[in-house]
């Protein structure tokens, strides 16, 4: 965090070890699933190329961190801001939603772009492991989306 009055962190996230091994046994158990099921042949491989589509891009996005729409860097600030950087070089102010989820174990930062209005497609769901980023980065983080309070508008005169 920055010294002064304005809290910030500002952290590169790694690729992740712990998510690409959830990814894995999800849809790997999915696929179990559909084994079991008294489906036809064609049936049964579409099923099993979707469930391998669906778990080579939750790779490619949320394990890996790849492509240029790849979030590669987070500044979080104590007014519940934050920029989102993307491996393409592009940079987004967000509002950090009430609906962000924060646990020793995983962190889903949900957050609205600064400049539109708060329309469910306009969310952006940032999955946090811990081993994406040192533990004492883990744990500011944790805290500022915690503790963080929203900056006060002026009241009006």
Known sequence: MSAGGAQKLRVTLERSPLVAL????????????????????????????????????SLWRHAFRAGRAGIETIVVRADRTVEIGRRSGAREECMIADSSVVTAWLTLMHAFPKDRRHWPWHLRAVLIAPDMLSTD????LRVLLRMGKPARAAKPV
Do not use: M, N
């Open 22 to 57: 959830a990814v894995v046994i999800i849809h790997a158990g999915t696929a179990l699933l559909v084994a079991y099921l008294p489906l036809p042949i064609a049936a049964a491989a579409a099923a099993y190329a979707l469930i391998a589509a669906s778990a080579a891009w």
């Open 137 to 140: 980065d883990y744990r500011q």
